[in-house]
């Protein structure tokens, strides 16, 4: 088993920046982030592998950032954020199965 316990997010403007963070209780092959937005499906944020490895959404290059150091917490840095990128925003991880977080909202204001 793999808990997972999420920080960051809120309300912020648009081209604002926010972090989120995501301390997991053992290591993981991955951890990362994916969001739902109200009446959208679950997508991928960004998510790293424990060798470094990075994947991002569409969505989110060149503006996010994903993260990770040797205490098992993943980070995410958005910048320029946009109203679109309004959603719950859900940490995740992957050892044999798949781990998920509560869910951290995340508002953009135009």
């Known amino acids: 088993q793999v808990q997972l316990v999420e920080s960051g997010g809120g309300l912020v403007q648009s081209g604002g920046s926010q972090r989120l963070s995501c301390v997991a209780s053992?290591?993981?092959?991955?951890m990362g982030w994916y969001r739902q937005a109200p009446g959208k499906q679950r997508e991928l944020v960004a998510k790293i592998s424990s060798g470094g490895g990075t994947n991002y959404g569409d969505s989110v290059k060149g503006r996010f950032t994903i993260s990770r150091d040797s205490k098992n917490t993943v980070y995410l840095q958005m910048n320029n954020l946009k109203p679109e990128d309004t959603a719950v925003y859900y940490c995740?991880?992957?050892?044999?199965?798949?781990?998920w977080g509560q869910g951290t909202q995340v508002t953009v204001s135009s």
């Open positions: 053992r290591s993981t092959l991955y």
């Open positions: 995740y991880a992957k050892l044999l199965s798949d781990y």
